[in-house]
């Protein structure tokens, strides 16, 4: 695993302070992008939140997450959450230590009383004493909440006084893009009433299912029912103990609604929105507690098409830290078909620079601060692809088979459906479970250079 240090320097530390006017929530922010480029301690809102106690739960939840690891839980995990400003809402998301579990909290533009906050990207300093005073926060006291530094701080202090060195795997940043392609796939499976909510979720076993397998649970009448087996509208929880975070929002909880894909009979991920009053809590689970999403490899296809980092170098100049990016109007306005869209928001969330939002069904634009030099470098089975197809290690045999030299074997890949299939040990492990192979993929790539060079022949 590749790991580089990043330092999160504030001015301050983040804290709730007592106020006249009621509890002031000041979150510190980091070196951070904005539409005037990279600012040391940008400023995204500063305004009462409407229903605070919900707020501090949620936003107590997000840090829950990232401060655990779910599996291997003996090893350290911590790292501040991002917080993006898209204009009418702010965003704060983080992941595990084990980048098995995605946790975003999306403050609404009714959540934040219709104040309007600013535009970009930044971590946002969540500090054991801050838990603590929210943690204990009670009543609905008005709650004022700043993100960003005051005018005094930016005038009176200089230089940064609070400094947090992370080790930062590259894990992470595959882990957003990862995540975003797997949403992407997700349909609303369930609604429960917040009665219903808290009825299910507090009868989850926090010890995980059944021993090595998933537990999948299913829609009977207005609530849940575990299941033995993915049957027709069944939805995967890969590991009950890791919606534990939810449990911070609970009291305060309107719905519950439950997304997946269409069960195929193999463990799935899966995505836990709560309801709350003007904002919205997701935690998105990877299909099992020891499978981070950074090796789903969801990304591979679409990075693998010979237009998608061109496509995605034009794409960027059209995003606007819009809250819903429509593919339909990128496509309008970059002359792209829209598959070629899709491929490229995909490319550009290997750079943390594309979400995807569940209960919009839209895209939405970010700035991660931190470092997402090259799709390859994050992504090893594309460029052993790449290195196969380089050295004329594949032969197309035909329209559904090919032949793939790797070391001292051949492997037969076969088309089928538009899915491929392998003969190496990657699939036989996976079934294209956590996306191709670099054998399969290196065909798929040789597929579309033949046919670009038999068009281009015509």
Known sequence: MTRSAQVLAYSRMSALENTPGGPLLGLETSSGLTPRGTEAHPRFFSGFLTSPKAAAGAL??????AAARYFR??????LDPVVTGNGDRLRFESFSGCCGVYARLDVLEQGLGGTECGHGTTNVDVNNPLREALSRLTGQDPLHLRVGPDALTVSTVHGAVVEKKVPLPDRWLRGFAEAQVACAGFDLRAELSAAEAVRFLRALPQGGGRPG?????????????PTSRPVQGAVCLPGPERLAALGRVLREAVALRVYGPVPDGAPTASAWEVDLPGMRLTLTLSPDASRGFSGEGGVLEALATEEAAADAELLSVLLAWEPRIDVADLADQSGLPPERVRAALVRLGTAGRVGYDL???AYFHRELPYSGDGAEKHNPRLAAARALLATG????????????????RVYRVRESGGSLSCTCQWW???????????????TRMAR????????GAR
């Open 60 to 65: 107590l939840a997000v840090a829950d997450v």
């Open 73 to 78: 839980p003996r090893l350290r995990a911590s």
């Open 213 to 225: 397998g998933a537990m999948w649970v299913v829609p009977s009448g207005p609530t849940l029912r």
């Open 359 to 361: 209960a919009d069904a």
């Open 393 to 408: 290690a594949v032969r197309l045999e035909d329209a559904s088979y090919a032949a793939v030299s790797s070391g001292e």
């Open 428 to 442: 036989t492990d996976h079934r294209g479970g956590r996306g191709p192979c670099k054998h399969a993929l290196a």
């Open 448 to 455: 579309r250079s033949a046919a670009a060079i038999t068009g």
